[in-house]
């Protein structure tokens, strides 16, 4: 008997220095590594929320050096969006501007201190904090921390932020979390291991003392703890499938656990979809092999059709080491759907001129730069509103805007589906007709002055139309688009000396 109870005593020893070993592994490893993780998502979070901010501001900016705003105005429309903006989980973290001399240019929470210059406040929160901001910003830092008042209230709570320069103003533009939300969240995490290491140890503690007492017992004692064991998969399995965010935990290409959300948005939805199936698996391949080569945590972005609704998600790998190899992979999709469409929103408003409809010149820059997507032969018509001058002044501006939206109106009715339409300015307007040669170009340009003689009846007004216009073609006016936009600009002058509805192809 007694060598049994020996061996047993060995195999316990054995099992509890295991175990010891492995609590030690995970709070001097693996813990610091989870709230490294955690810290890393908040920071990429926050430094993507700032590129979205400085595409808003570097759009309002491109708006003036294109001359279609002053400078003036679109600071100030640049400061009032970077206001509007909020994010996260209350939608109450926001964006702040501060200047190299310590002003505070924006702040959605304390329009008070807007104006002020901080170096000079008696407000020592305020001084301190946009010290600290101005000297990161100097430096070239990412990442500041000061105290700050929380969301405008009076209490004043530790601020973790990123700064990001836009320089060409000179703005110092920032976000952040107050420091008690990351901590609070990382001590909710401690003390749930905590909690768990404690009761592990007390479970295997009476386990031993147990299987000590009652030794012919011991096979239906393991069974037990089995069951336990079991049952506090579940328990873990419960609480990550609760998480908002699709998690899916990946080994060898191979999902080995994923939570509901992610079961609902992507399982579900491609069982019906060979497309979004293959989509899926495409983005997880090409996130791992991403993963395997660089070795370290990345974020990808991704768009995906889910249903009848396309969405947008920001792909968080997190690869997880053991000896210096990649064992599985944790993948977090972090939906940017709002912040992507509010992007689109913008841009379709800084590209549409808002009178007609049809697209402005930034648009028109575009094709400026690769004017091959016209094809081979193009065909470029310039036109404007004869007598626009006389209708302003005789019968007032609104009538004026009435003439330009219904020769919009008539020009997107009639032209082909794939024609540009471009208000150039004033009443000039330019039609890029891809793919056209000469002849193909002059009946577009002809049939285009018929249906704008048409006359114009508004209320008691009737008005008579008709435009004149300059046409030109590639390559046998220009070798590039501006080229052949100032051959029809010069002969659209030139059709207007011969007359109304006249039209000038030399």
């Not at 909020?86 to 501060?98: I, T």
């Not at 959605?108 to 406040?121: A, T």
């Not at 699709?246 to 019906?272: G, H």
């Not at 000469?438 to 008005?463: D, F, M, S, W």
């Amino acid at each position: 008997m007694r060598p049994r109870i020996s061996g047993i005593l060995l195999i316990l020893l054995v099992v509890l220095m295991a175990f010891f070993t492995l609590i030690f592994y995970w709070i001097v490893f693996m813990f610091p590594k989870l709230q490294r993780t955690l810290l890393d998502y908040h920071m990429n979070s926050m430094m993507h929320q700032l590129d979205l901010a400085i595409s808003l501001v570097n759009m309002h900016y491109s708006n003036y050096l294109q001359g279609l705003e002053d400078e003036w105005s679109a600071k100030q429309k640049a400061m009032r969006h970077l206001k509007s903006l909020f994010y996260g989980p209350e939608g109450k973290d926001y964006f702040f501007v501060l200047d190299f001399d310590g002003v505070l240019l924006a702040h959605p929470y304390r329009v008070d201190l807007e104006g002020q210059r901080g170096f000079d406040s008696s407000n020592e929160i305020f001084a301190n904090a946009v010290r600290t901001i101005v000297e990161g910003a100097k430096k070239g830092q990412k990442f500041v921390e000061y105290d700050w008042y929380l969301y405008g209230k009076e209490k004043v709570e530790k601020k973790f932020s990123a700064i990001r320069v836009f320089e060409p103003w000179g703005w110092i533009i920032g976000t952040g979390l107050y420091s008690e939300t990351l901590m609070e969240q990382s001590k909710k995490i401690a003390r749930e291991f905590q909690s768990m290491t404690i009761v592990f140890m007390v479970m295997y503690s009476a386990i031993v003392a147990f299987l000590l007492a009652l030794l012919n017992r011991q096979y239906r004692e393991r069974e037990r703890l089995l069951t336990l064991h079991l049952q506090e998969q579940e328990r873990l399995k419960t609480i990550l499938s609760s998480i908002p965010q699709p998690v899916a935990v990946l080994k060898d290409s191979q999902i080995t656990f994923a939570n509901q959300s992610f079961e609902q948005m992507f399982v579900r939805e491609a069982e019906s979809s060979p497309a979004l199936k293959q989509k899926i698996s495409q983005v997880v391949e090409e996130t791992l092999n991403e993963v395997r080569k660089a070795k370290k945590s990345l974020v990808k972005s991704l768009e995906i059709a889910l249903g009848q609704e396309k969405k947008w998600f920001d792909v968080h790998a997190v690869p997880l080491f053991s000896n210096e190899h990649i064992v599985e992979t944790v993948l977090l999709f972090v939906e940017t759907t709002r912040q992507v469409k509010l992007i689109d929103f913008w841009r379709f408003k800084a590209e549409t001129d808002p009178l007609t409809g049809l697209t402005n010149r930034n648009a028109l820059e575009e094709l400026l730069k690769d004017p091959h997507v016209l094809g081979e032969k193009f065909c470029v018509i310039m036109l404007d509103v004869d007598g626009f001058k006389e209708i302003n002044d005789s019968y007032g501006h609104s009538v004026g805007d009435e003439v330009l939206k219904e020769f919009a109106r008539r020009l997107t009715k009639s032209a082909r589906k794939d024609t540009i339409l471009v208000r150039f300015g004033g009443d000039e307007m330019l039609v890029i007709v891809p793919n056209s040669d000469r002849e193909t170009g002059l009946k577009i340009a002809q049939r285009l002055q018929e249906v704008l003689k048409k006359p114009l009846h508004l209320e008691n007004l009737t008005l008579n139309l008709s435009a004149s216009m300059g046409f030109a073609e590639f390559p046998t006016d220009g070798n590039d688009l501006r080229s052949l936009i100032d051959v029809a600009d010069r002969r659209l002058y030139k059709a207007k000396s011969l007359g109304k509805g006249s039209l000038c192809v030399d």
